[in-house]
């Protein structure tokens, strides 16, 4: 089993970035998948989640409006279009299966 994210890196408050999850090992379909992140100092907070018919979609308070989670279950991927970022964005993003499998993270920093 492999969840790979990408996608990250460095974008100045009020841009966007899209970071995606490369899955593999298991049925992506049979998966609800979810976006979380963990920033420096802060504790682990979950930012977004898709169940696996892709009907239920669900936002951390934090990032409802900004953020839009999709699937492409073809393609096995995880999606998160993040828009009008904000420091507060700054972190680790980590997708995740069912909270089952997680991938290793890719570093967001929103910094002018």
């Known amino acids: 089993v492999q969840l790979a994210e990408s996608g990250g890196g460095l974008a100045q408050p009020g841009g966007s970035l899209r970071l995606s999850c490369a899955a593999s090992?298991?049925?992506?379909?049979?998966?609800?998948m979810s976006w979380a992140r963990q920033a420096p100092g802060k504790g682990f907070e979950w930012v977004a989640a898709?169940?696996?018919?892709?009907?239920?979609?669900f936002y951390g308070d934090s990032v409802k409006g900004r953020f839009t989670i999709s699937r492409d279950d073809a393609e096995s991927t995880l999606y998160l279009q993040m828009n009008n970022l904000e420091p507060e964005d700054t972190g680790v993003y980590l997708c995740?299966?069912?909270?089952?499998?997680w991938g290793q993270g890719t570093q967001v920093t929103v910094s002018s």
């Open positions: 898709i169940k696996d018919d892709g009907d239920e979609i």
């Open positions: 090992g298991f049925i992506f379909g049979d998966y609800s």
């Open positions: 995740n299966a069912r909270g089952v499998y």
